[in-house]
């Protein structure tokens, strides 16, 4: 039976609703006597039957309904975390393969400048204050960026949040390196000798 409502006449019927098979000697044995243990039927138990296979039906229906409202939900977060992780990877590699006649180290500031007359995009560690009114000096510049270690870039507006990040992660890493060795010299303490 789907999970369909249940129309009057299908509850009047026991449509929907299955009843235990009774025996008076289960088995071939008689536990209990029949006639004290079940209460005298009344004609509209069915329907009653019915009602609450039809109620759980629709619970089990809204539950599941529920369930799968909360995973779209997940699914549409991690969408847009994938989208958000791609286009970091496009920036990155585009910084990656911009010009470049220093060796590029993790730590560094770097500014990403694009010629006019060109359009060649190129990496520099001088910043746009710093080339002044320098004739040879570029005109457009497209932000300035952190190497990580890792070889990513952190756009400079960025970089304090990043590195308070990093902080706050490196609390946690050494006090569980912490926990962790406290744990280990506990169990060496109790190892029996």
Same mark, same amino acid.
């Given at each position: 039976?789907?999970?369909? %409502?249940?129309?009057?006449?299908?509850? %009047?019927?026991? =449509?929907?609703?299955?009843?235990?098979?009774? #025996?008076? %000697?289960?088995? &071939?044995?008689?536990?209990? #006597?029949?006639?004290?243990?079940?209460?005298?039927?009344?004609?509209? /138990?069915?329907?009653?039957?019915?009602? =609450?296979?039809? %109620?759980?039906?629709?619970?089990?229906?809204?539950?599941?309904?529920?369930?799968?409202?909360?995973?779209?939900?997940?699914?549409?977060?991690?969408?847009?975390?994938?989208?958000? =992780?791609?286009?970091?990877?496009?920036? /990155?590699?585009?910084?990656?393969?911009?010009?470049?006649?220093?060796?590029?180290?993790?730590?560094?500031?770097?500014?990403?400048?694009?010629?006019?007359?060109?359009?060649?995009?190129?990496?520099?560690?001088?910043?746009?204050?710093?080339?002044?009114?320098?004739?040879? &000096?570029?005109?457009?510049?497209?932000?300035?960026?952190?190497?990580?270690?890792? *070889?990513?870039?952190?756009?400079?507006?960025?970089?304090?949040?990043?590195?308070?990040?990093?902080?706050?992660?490196?609390?946690?890493?050494? #006090?569980?390196?912490?926990?962790? *060795?406290?744990?280990?010299?506990?169990?060496?303490?109790?190892?029996?000798?």
């Amino acid at each position: 039976m789907e999970l369909s %409502r249940i129309t009057d006449s299908q509850l %009047r019927a026991g =449509v929907g609703a299955k009843l235990v098979e009774q #025996s008076a %000697r289960p088995g &071939g044995v008689e536990l209990v #006597s029949a006639s004290r243990t079940n209460k005298t039927a009344s004609p509209h /138990d069915i329907v009653e039957l019915a009602a =609450v296979v039809q %109620r759980g039906d629709e619970g089990v229906h809204n539950a599941a309904c529920n369930k799968l409202s909360v995973i779209a939900d997940q699914i549409r977060y991690l969408q847009e975390q994938a989208k958000k =992780v791609l286009e970091k990877a496009k920036r /990155d590699s585009e910084l990656h393969h911009a010009a470049c006649n220093i060796v590029k180290k993790p730590g560094q500031i770097y500014y990403l400048y694009e010629k006019e007359e060109s359009g060649e995009k190129y990496i520099s560690i001088i910043s746009p204050k710093e080339w002044g009114s320098s004739v040879s &000096g570029p005109k457009t510049c497209h932000g300035a960026y952190r190497m990580e270690i890792d *070889r990513t870039w952190t756009p400079i507006e960025e970089i304090m949040h990043k590195d308070e990040e990093q902080l706050m992660l490196d609390t946690v890493l050494s #006090s569980k390196q912490g926990i962790i *060795r406290a744990a280990i010299s506990m169990e060496q303490y109790n190892k029996p000798n």
